[in-house]
């Protein structure tokens, strides 16, 4: 079932008609009420029957709210919708129910779930939204409100149970370092279950995204862990540049010529001086390189 446009007029000039219609017929029933037995009842019954439906058609009035829609039923059955803003006529026999086309959102709870490496993760998202279909949303899902916050946590579950929290390989999508891909992926997720009630996912993102609280502490010290090896792994790598720098320097220079057991014995020197957590004593070597 698809949303397509009801009948419907705008409401100032039939406004306007039923203030002019309705004196006058009511004048017309007094006179002929008034007049002598002898004037032809048909005037007073047909008087009375049009006066009975101009007052009937004044239940066709309802107004549109802007970014509303109007889902118009006749008898059960679906009629249209009406979009435009402002007061609006149409069939009394139709009833009426006001559809927000706002746009929306709301904040999913808290999720306990086990991301791709099975570790317990609390995760939520927000996620906007906004009714672009009124019919599907009115008729093909019960409470389309319900039905969004219901389809969207469990969205959010499906795609938390494919990324790990944190990557170990630098390549590889994460919870916690890719974002964009994260709340992309949970958009369409989203998306997809929610089409069949006429509702459009704007936007989808991570709000809230931790270890649970029975591994957040060896999970932190697992990342500081993390963290130290790879600090170590950039400084090795800039001492290991520097050292080749300066034996470079002091072979092009022709400062000292040092054989290959002098040559590593001052890489090693070098390489505990860059290296080393602490600063280092310096010995200062008054005799010869050479022992023998």
């Given at each position: 079932m698809n949303e397509r446009s009801a009948f419907s007029l705008p409401g100032i000039p039939v406004v306007l008609f039923l203030v002019v219609a309705i004196p006058a017929t009511i004048a017309v029933t007094a006179l002929a009420i008034a007049s002598p037995p002898s004037s032809?009842?048909?005037?007073?019954v047909s008087a009375a029957l049009v006066l009975a439906v101009l007052l009937f058609c004044t239940g066709g009035f309802f107004q549109v709210?802007?970014?509303?829609?109007q889902v118009l039923q006749l008898f059960g059955h679906y009629a249209?919708?009406?979009?435009?803003?402002?007061?609006?006529?149409?069939?009394?026999?139709?009833?009426?129910?006001?559809?927000?086309?706002?746009?929306?959102?709301?904040e999913s709870g808290r999720l306990k779930v086990?991301?791709?490496?099975?570790?317990?993760?609390?995760?939520?998202?927000?996620?906007?939204?906004?009714?672009?279909?009124?019919?599907?949303?009115?008729?093909?899902?019960?409470?389309?409100?319900?039905?969004?916050?219901?389809q969207s946590e469990s969205a959010l579950r499906q795609m938390a149970q494919s990324y790990p929290y944190d990557a170990h390989d630098g390549d590889a999508p994460s919870l916690?370092?890719?974002?964009?891909?994260?709340?992309?992926?949970?958009?369409?997720?989203?998306?997809?279950?929610?089409?069949?009630?006429?509702v459009d996912v704007v936007e989808a993102?991570?709000?809230?995204?931790?270890?649970?609280q029975e591994i957040a502490q060896a999970m932190l010290q697992r990342q500081q862990a993390g963290a130290i090896v790879a600090a170590r792994e950039r400084i090795v790598e800039g001492a290991v540049s520097m050292v080749e720098m300066a034996l470079a320097e002091l072979g092009k220079r022709g400062?000292?010529?040092l054989d290959?057991?002098?040559r590593a014995a001052m890489v090693s020197n070098l390489l505990v001086v860059l290296c080393g957590e602490r600063g280092t004593q310096p010995v200062v070597n008054t005799g010869t390189l050479y022992t023998g």
């Open positions: 032809p009842t048909p005037v007073l709210q802007p970014n509303q829609g249209g919708t009406v979009r435009d803003a402002g007061l609006r006529w149409t069939n009394p026999f139709y009833s009426r129910r006001a559809v927000s086309l706002r746009v929306r959102n709301f086990n991301d791709a490496e099975g570790n317990p993760i609390e995760i939520a998202a927000v996620v906007v939204w906004q009714v672009v279909d009124t019919a599907e949303a009115v008729f093909c899902v019960d409470d389309y409100e319900n039905f969004v916050q219901i916690r370092s890719h974002g964009d891909v994260v709340n992309g992926h949970l958009r369409r997720e989203i998306h997809q279950r929610l089409g069949k009630a006429g993102r991570i709000s809230h995204l931790a270890y649970a400062v000292v010529d290959n057991e002098r």
